[in-house]
């Protein structure tokens, strides 16, 4: 199942054994959430969240200030652009960040973390 939407203000959401959640709202806000077996959750805005929940999910955004964070028993959190935090909860887990300003934080068993072109 794939679920998409385009425009500003804009929400998706799936549920499922696997589906993908994408949003694009490339000059204002957009969420992504999905919630299944092995789900995507992808946003391509100016501020966007992107929330992935499952077996395996991964959640990815691209813009200012967003914020990706998933939660499961293996989870990939990627964000890149400026203003950026990726977030990762889970059993097996890597969290990566690309751009200014950008944090990524890892919480799990097995974590891996990253974050590029960080200014301080």
Same mark, same amino acid.
Do not use: W
């Given at each position: ?6 425009? #500003? ?13 994408? +949003? #694009? ?35 990815? +955004? ?26 990762? /909860?889970?059993?097996? +887990?890597?969290? /990566?960040?690309?751009?200014? #300003?950008? #944090? ?17």
């Amino acid at each position: 199942m794939e679920v998409s939407t385009v425009g #500003d203000l804009s929400t998706v959401e799936c549920y499922g054994p696997f589906c993908t959640a994408a +949003c #694009d709202g490339v000059t204002n806000v957009c969420m992504s959430k999905c919630v299944g077996r092995s789900c995507e959750a992808l946003c391509r805005s100016t501020s966007c969240v992107t929330f992935g929940m499952g077996t395996v999910s991964t959640s990815s +955004c691209l813009g200012h200030a967003c914020f990706a964070n998933c939660t499961g028993e293996g989870c990939i959190s990627l964000c890149e652009g400026t203003g950026c935090a990726a977030e990762c /909860h889970a059993i097996k +887990c890597q969290a /990566h960040c690309a751009g200014a #300003d950008c #944090d990524s934080r890892c919480f799990g068993g097995l974590c891996k973390h990253t974050t590029s072109g960080k200014n301080d």
